[in-house]
């Protein structure tokens, strides 16, 4: 009896040892991997393996990418690139994740003292070609910040959209309420100048750029432009994938390049937590110009993917995108060519990339959400929108068909759940609704923040 339970002894002494060493190994292997940055070029990994990545998943990832719009792709993990494709080292418009690197750049000079948060435009001198009012002139800087300034006048770079969703004049006190507004991000950059007597530009250039050695990143890349109705400019710009991820690399260390602290680690945490909601715009939560995963509504970061709390992201029209997810030691970056016109690729899109580079490591124990197929077949059918727009339904396989009678092309949806589907190949979310019986009575489509409903009709 005695050796019995000694032998037992034994074992769960060398099971906690084991543990134990098995924890340190882990900790030492972080740690490792947050000393490891870019010089020059970036250090490529080999063999994805080592790092428990399939490289034929990857590839799985990149050939579903070819089929859209996709013109480059970088994945980082733990300051390597572990894949990429496409072209990285080309410059693109940056379109809105310029936002993002304006997010930090404030970080030094509030730490400094430079800038002081809670100054009002009214304070500053600031107004606009359309005046602002009383209340206007109330709005801090943290509110725009946070895209709650409650000023809703024309800005430069904003799509018709963008104009379509703002609130009438007044009708929203500043920090009270958010809204993806082009007028808070764009003043801000004047604001920048004001104080640092540098444009964005100059600051991205000295305080970024040449610190974490982008390598294209030179003086033909600003974009910046003024349009007549505000004197608050759209400081556009141009950079690559390779160059992009060094940005996202920085923003995963909380800040810190090979030992020296660019952006303030407290200002890192402050712009990428929560501060609203992002539903309004298709998304969950949203920071100070980054888009941050919050689990506080029925929206997922992007489609197809489940992300912790604490990644974050930096979005751009077309399909601009900077993925951090600390949880994995991990920067994703996708860039569309922009220049040529039609070229774009959704949120659902890039979400499924990302779901598929996930499954190639991390997620390798995990598969593409799968509805019921009896679920499925109940939705089958046609749903009347109004007097001359109707929608079908069809079941093809085990894969959903949407079809509006006013557009001239089907769209395949894949589900995230048993009653909500996205298509990958626009921005577009489709949501099953039943009545009290239980019957599949209607359908909601949201796309590009405008919602519609449609009836089913009865056959």
């Not at 430079?114 to 001198?125: P, S």
């Not at 104080?195 to 000295?206: A, D, R, V, Y």
């Not at 995963?252 to 929560?274: A, F």
């Not at 599949?440 to 009865?458: C, F, N, P, S």
Request: proline share 3%.
């Amino acid at each position: 009896m005695w050796n019995k339970f000694s032998s037992g002894m034994n074992i769960r002494k060398f099971c906690v040892y084991a543990s134990m060493v098995f924890f340190l190994l882990c900790a030492a292997h972080l740690s490792f991997a947050q000393d490891v940055f870019p010089a020059k070029t970036w250090e490529k990994i080999e063999n994805p393996d080592e790092l428990g990545y399939s490289l034929e998943k990857l590839e799985e990832a990149r050939k579903f990418a070819e089929k859209g719009k996709t013109a480059a792709v970088v994945i980082v993990v733990n300051g390597k690139i572990l894949y990429e494709w496409g072209e990285v080292e080309r410059d693109f418009i940056t379109h809105s994740t310029r936002k993002s690197f304006l997010s930090a750049l404030f970080g030094k000079y509030v730490q400094n003292g430079t800038i002081d948060l809670d100054m009002t435009m009214k304070e500053l001198g600031i107004d606009d070609v359309t005046p602002l009012n009383e209340e206007e002139k109330m709005a801090t800087i943290r509110d725009c910040l946070k895209a709650r300034s409650g000023v809703y006048i024309d800005a430069a770079a904003e799509s018709q959209g963008m104009r379509n969703v703002k609130p009438a004049r007044n009708s929203r006190a500043p920090g009270t309420y958010w809204l993806y507004n082009n007028w808070d991000f764009n003043v801000l950059g004047t604001i920048f100048a004001k104080f640092t007597g540098k444009t964005i530009f100059q600051g991205i250039m000295e305080d970024i750029a040449i610190p974490i050695q982008m390598e294209h990143f030179d003086s033909d890349d600003d974009l910046t432009f003024k349009v007549k109705e505000s004197l608050h400019a759209a400081y556009m710009l141009k950079i690559s994938a390779r160059d992009m991820a060094r940005f996202g690399l920085l923003m995963l260390r909380k800040g810190k390049w090979n030992g020296k602290q660019l952006i303030p680690v407290d200002w890192v945490k402050e712009i990428t937590s929560y501060c609203s909601d992002a539903f309004a715009y298709g998304g969950d939560g949203y920071g100070y110009m980054w888009w941050v995963v919050k689990n506080n509504n029925r929206l997922p970061h992007f489609p197809f993917v489940e992300l912790k709390e604490g990644a974050y992201s930096a979005r751009g029209a077309y399909g601009q995108y900077i993925l951090v997810i600390p949880e994995y030691d991990m920067v994703i970056v996708h860039r569309v060519n922009s220049f040529e016109r039609g070229n774009s690729v959704s949120g659902s899109q890039f979400g499924m990339i990302v779901k598929k580079i996930l499954m190639a490591g991390p997620e390798k124990d995990k598969k593409l959400y799968e509805a019921d197929p009896n679920v499925l077949e109940s939705y089958s059918g046609k749903y009347k929108m109004d007097e001359s727009v109707f929608v079908t339904v069809s079941n093809k396989g085990g894969t959903l068909i949407l079809e509006k009678s006013n557009r001239n092309f089907p769209l395949e949806v894949l589900p995230v759940s048993d009653t909500i589907f996205y298509a990958t190949l626009a921005n577009l979310k489709v949501r099953f609704m039943r009545n009290q019986m239980g019957v599949v009575d209607r359908l909601v489509i949201t796309q590009a923040g405008r919602t519609e409903y449609a009836e089913r009709i009865k056959e």
